[in-house]
């Protein structure tokens, strides 16, 4: 099954955006694509559109606060062509560009109060599936959030009780994948503190450094 926004596989979140396209007739409010090349070898992992955010913009990540982060570490780590996610408009800039990088969500559609049903996480498995079928061998996932890392579990078939989430934690998995682990760049775990940039750098760090063996390693076979 192909991603499409015009999914309505999900009853409950295919209401709720009807609902915010007629109040916000401006918002994207469908849902949402994922950003970046198909045939990548690093694919990050969120939890969902935010109202104000991808769900506005069309793209992950974008316009909330949690993008702030991610894509001043995107740029800081040369996978992106810029740290600001937005033009002068507000709305996603059409000059960024990822290079080795693809961002998407576990749940492509804005929940209510941003709390996705297990069911509707379940729905959308198919697409994340698709996507993890896509990367090349050795790729490298970086899931946000334990729900995100649940889902990449799911995808692949994958046992939770085998991969436990923590933030930095480093899982590889058996399709020669590795699977990185962060808490989620929100709002909220920055505010409180239970993340901060040097942390998420630091997992950053760890993934460059893979992407940069596998390099050594085909350099080296050739």
Same mark, same amino acid.
């Given at each position: 099954?192909e991603f499409?926004t015009?999914?309505? +596989?999900?009853? !409950?979140?295919a209401?709720?955006?009807?609902? /915010?396209r007629?109040?916000? @007739?401006d918002?994207?409010?469908?849902p949402?694509p994922s950003?970046g090349?198909?045939?990548t070898?690093f694919?990050?992992?969120?939890?969902a559109?935010?109202?104000h955010g991808?769900?506005?913009?069309?793209r992950?990540?974008?316009g909330?606060y949690a993008?702030i982060?991610?894509?001043?570490?995107?740029?800081?780590f040369?996978?992106?062509?810029?740290?600001?996610p937005?033009n002068?408009?507000g709305?996603?800039?059409?000059? +960024?560009?990822? !290079?080795?990088c693809?961002?998407?969500?576990a /749940?492509?559609?804005?929940p @209510?109060?941003n709390?996705?049903e297990?069911?509707?996480?379940k729905?959308?498995?198919?697409?994340?599936?698709n996507?993890l079928?896509?990367l090349?061998q050795?790729a490298a996932v970086?899931?946000l959030?334990?729900?995100a890392h649940?889902a990449?579990?799911r995808?692949?078939g994958?046992?939770a009780?085998?991969?436990?989430?923590g933030?930095?934690?480093q899982?590889?998995?058996?399709?020669?994948?590795?699977?990185y682990?962060s808490y989620h760049?929100?709002?909220?775990?920055?505010?409180?503190?239970?993340?901060?940039e040097?942390?998420?750098?630091?997992v950053f760090g760890?993934?460059?450094?893979?992407?940069?063996?596998?390099d050594?390693?085909?350099r080296?076979?050739?």
């Open positions: 099954m499409s015009a999914c309505q +596989l999900c009853p !409950r979140l209401t709720f955006l009807k609902e /915010v007629e109040a916000q @007739p918002y994207h409010a469908k949402v950003f090349d198909a045939d070898r694919l990050i992992v969120g939890l559109p935010g109202m991808a769900n506005r913009t069309g992950p990540f974008t909330d993008g982060l991610l894509y001043s570490t995107l740029h800081h040369g996978f992106s062509s810029s740290a600001e937005l002068g408009a709305w996603a800039n059409t000059e +960024l560009i990822l !290079r080795g693809r961002i998407t969500n /749940v492509r559609c804005l @209510p109060q709390k996705p297990p069911a509707e996480v729905q959308c498995n198919t697409y994340l599936a996507e079928a896509s090349p050795g970086l899931a959030g334990t729900v649940l990449v579990l995808a692949l994958l046992k009780k085998d991969y436990g989430f933030h930095g934690a899982h590889p998995l058996p399709n020669g994948m590795m699977l682990d760049c929100s709002r909220y775990n920055t505010q409180t503190k239970r993340l901060n040097t942390m998420f750098h630091e760890a993934i460059t450094g893979y992407l940069h063996s596998l050594q390693s085909s080296i076979r050739s």
